[in-house]
């Protein structure tokens, strides 16, 4: 990679009105692929490290990174159940979106235990939150905005999803009466998926989608892999 070359896609627009500093270039697309790297050594030994991901456009350019932040301990201990920061950075390494999920046992028969996370963009501005509604069969989550305001649904398949080949997640309005978008699990290659647990997820949404439920939908998509993709070795 040429990070000169990459710049170009992380200059901000200036003084874009309603718009986060740092979210920008959001405004422009209506699809982006989200491509998890794995270490060497992970994929070898299956010593789980953090997660690092890039973030790119439909042309296959990086737009930005991503990196989860946690300790050696949560990461063994807990596994695709830890709690983690996750922080979104442009190609200056600028952190434009922070992505937070607290500890919380993961178990379909106890609403209790129901998974949520907060995305700030930039760090300190709550933007939204993803909240997972009780299901005992498929995976539902409420999108809010800043006020905890249910804005949109996200929905999973019915139970089997991991071993679909492409797996998606639809996006609807809150009459549920429309599907605006969706979150994609995209197969990887048989041999590949055997010996990582790398994920490549796309994720599409309306051009005009406030860019801030953008934001989110990049929070709800890390959600949704540690939740239903990420694997312990």
Not at 23 to 50: H, M, P, R, W
Not at 73 to 95: A, K, M, T, W, Y
Not at 149 to 163: D, N, Q, R, T, Y
Request: hydrophobic share 40%; glycine share 6%; proline share 8%.
């Amino acid at each position: 990679m040429q990070p000169n070359n990459m710049n170009m896609y992380a200059v901000p627009s200036p003084g874009i009105p309603g718009c986060p500093p740092g979210l920008e270039y959001l405004t422009q697309v209506d699809q982006l692929l989200i491509k998890q790297k794995v270490e060497v050594v992970e994929a070898l030994v299956g010593f789980e490290s953090n997660n690092k991901y890039e973030v790119r456009n439909v042309m296959g350019q990086n737009v930005f990174y991503a990196v989860e932040e946690n300790d050696c301990l949560s990461r063994q201990c807990c596994g695709p159940l830890r709690p983690f920061n996750i922080h979104v950075l442009d190609n200056f390494g600028q952190e434009i979106i922070s992505v937070t999920r607290p500890l919380k046992c993961m178990s379909c028969f106890f609403p209790c235990c129901l998974q949520e996370l907060e995305v700030q963009a930039p760090p300190g501005n709550t933007v939204g939150y993803v909240i997972q509604q009780w299901h005992p069969l498929s995976p539902k989550f409420i999108v809010a905005n800043e006020h905890n305001e249910p804005v949109l649904k996200i929905h999973g398949p019915f139970c089997g999803w991991s071993c679909l080949p492409d797996v998606d997640f639809e996006i609807l309005t809150m009459d549920e009466v429309s599907k605006i978008g969706k979150i994609s699990k995209q197969w990887t290659g048989l041999l590949r998926e055997a010996f990582t647990d790398a994920d490549n997820f796309g994720i599409q949404f309306p051009m005009d989608l406030d860019v801030r439920m953008k934001a989110v939908m990049i929070g709800a998509c890390f959600l949704i892999d540690f939740m239903f993709f990420e694997t312990t070795n």
